[in-house]
């Protein structure tokens, strides 16, 4: 079946540090890839997307790229602020299940410190 | 923004009760929502898709009699965990699908901790 790796947090980074959070899977055929972000209090939020390998997923200075060579979608910032703290899920769609079933990684809980 | 709330946000209640939560899309009709359910420590499972109008389809392993749900309307999903025990405490979690969203479209509810004592 489908499953999502991503790294284990606290991720605890001071601020202008760059960021990285790890994001490997393994699906059959070609899976839609997703990063989401939960602020505290929050409902998880669609952070950024790739749809098909070697696409790159941006937003808000995040960006990731879908890596079917290494079955991987690592999420990148070059340059963390305090408010980027949140918790980060990393997740694919199966396209067989008619792009319904999001199939989510643990959670990565970022604090990005002063 | 689109935004899902749900209610309420933290509930305990006594083993063999039944809770009933709520999801609603405030500002648009979901022609489809998901409840998934989240263990410390790990990922969001998804329990079950509904269609307003129609019967909710299980994952394997979810008891449909336990965790029965309704989508009565195109705003609003419940959950209702009958005859709750400890083990099922845990967060759960409703998305909702626009019904002018694509496929990969869901937003999210804030959660709801359900601790059964």
């Known amino acids: 079946g489908n499953s999502v790796t991503q790294m284990e947090g606290p991720v605890t980074l001071s601020e202008e540090a760059f960021l990285t959070i790890n994001c490997t899977y393994t699906?059959?055929?070609?899976?839609?890839l997703f990063w989401y972000v939960q602020y505290p209090g929050e409902g998880l939020q669609l952070l950024l997307k790739?749809?098909?390998?070697?696409d790159k997923g941006s937003n808000k200075g995040f960006e990731a790229t879908y890596r079917k060579e290494t079955t991987s979608f690592h999420l990148e910032k070059g340059s963390v602020q305090v408010s980027d703290s949140a918790v980060y899920f990393c997740?694919?769609?199966?396209?067989?299940?008619?792009?319904?079933?999001?199939?989510f990684g643990t959670g990565t809980q970022l604090k990005v410190e002063l | 923004g689109a935004v899902v709330s749900q209610h309420p946000s933290w509930v305990i209640c006594k083993s063999g009760t039944s809770v009933k939560i709520e999801c609603r899309s405030l500002?648009?009709?979901?022609?489809?929502m998901f409840w998934y359910r989240q263990f410390p420590k790990q990922s969001l499972m998804l329990m079950a898709t509904s269609n307003e109008g129609s019967k909710a389809t299980y994952e394997q392993g979810v008891e449909k009699d336990k965790f029965l749900i309704n989508h009565a309307s195109l705003t609003l999903s419940t959950l209702t965990v009958t005859s709750a025990h400890p083990e099922d405490s845990s967060f759960y979690i409703c998305s909702a699908r626009p019904h002018s969203g694509g496929i990969h479209t869901q937003y999210f509810g804030p959660g709801t901790r359900l601790t059964v004592l």
């Open positions: 790739a749809t098909k390998a070697d």
């Open positions: 997740a694919l769609s199966d396209q067989m299940g008619g792009g319904n079933k999001l199939t």
């Open positions: 500002d648009f009709q979901a022609t489809t």
């Open positions: 699906a059959t055929g070609y899976p839609s």
